[in-house]
Nanobody
């Protein structure tokens, strides 16, 4: 059974760091594009970062460039998201998503496999 499971969410103060992880099972991980999305309260789901199948190419949403780093380890079927210098605007539910393709896409509708999400709260 195809499954994505996020972990690592929680509360942090502005300027602090958090690291999210996503574990995958039930499919050949290296054949999938993987991405992180987030959904702030009352807003649309938005791209945080998307990684090509080999983990060499990664694209970031404009609001997180220079602060967030996405990594993937195909041998372990995991991806991670290191989030530094957090701000209140980073709050939301963070989702791990995958698509069976070699083409990097950046819209939520382009992904058909989703985890249940992990919540991130940033507050002083």
């Amino acid at each position: 059974q195809f499954q994505l499971v996020e972990s690592g969410g929680g509360s942090a103060r502005p300027g602090a760091s958090l690291k999210l992880s996503c574990g995958a099972s039930g499919y050949t991980f290296r054949n999938y594009i993987v991405a992180w999305f987030r959904q702030p309260p009352g807003k649309e789901r938005e791209l945080v970062a998307a990684s090509g199948r080999g983990g060499i190419t990664t694209r970031y949403g404009d609001s997180v460039k220079g602060r967030f780093t996405m990594s993937r380890e195909n041998s372990e079927n995991t991806v991670s998201l290191q989030m530094d210098n957090l701000t209140a605007e980073d709050q939301g539910v963070y989702y791990c998503a995958a698509r069976h393709s070699c083409i990097l896409r950046f819209g939520a509708d382009d992904y058909d496999q989703w985890g249940k999400g992990t919540e991130v709260t940033v507050s002083s």
